[in-house]
């Protein structure tokens, strides 16, 4: 069955970094674009970071609140898909998502990893 597992989450200080890694089975993995959500509480889910598959050459695409500090991967040898974060603001707090898309029908959710943003 598919499966999404994200890992790496925790508690860091306003300005360091995290690494989060999504392993992914169950599907063709190169077939799907892959993205990174994120919902803070009382918040919508909200899109972070996206790549697309790889007959659409892994183009990336983020919102204007993490560009240049958050930037996504994708190893379709291991499927799986990362997000590196850096220079993190307490605003990043949330549960972070890794999304997997092929049609409305084939979108696959994980059940998220925790980032917490705090001194």
């Known amino acids: 069955q598919v499966q999404l597992v994200e890992s790496g989450g925790g508690l860091v200080q306003p300005g360091g970094s995290l690494r989060l890694s999504c392993a992914a089975s169950?599907?063709?993995?190169?077939?799907?674009?892959m993205s990174w959500y994120r919902q803070a509480p009382g918040k919508e889910r909200e899109l972070v970071a996206y790549i697309s598959n790889v007959a659409h050459g892994g183009s990336t695409n983020y919102p204007d609140s993490v560009e240049g500090r958050f930037t996504i991967s994708r190893d379709n040898t291991k499927n799986a898909v990362y997000l590196q974060m850096n220079n993190l603001k307490p605003e990043d707090t949330a549960v972070y998502y890794c999304?997997?898309?092929?049609?409305?029908?084939?979108?696959?959710w994980g059940r998220g990893t925790q980032v917490t943003v705090s001194s």
């Open positions: 999304n997997a898309y092929y049609t409305d029908y084939k979108n696959y």
């Open positions: 169950g599907f063709t993995f190169s077939s799907y674009n």
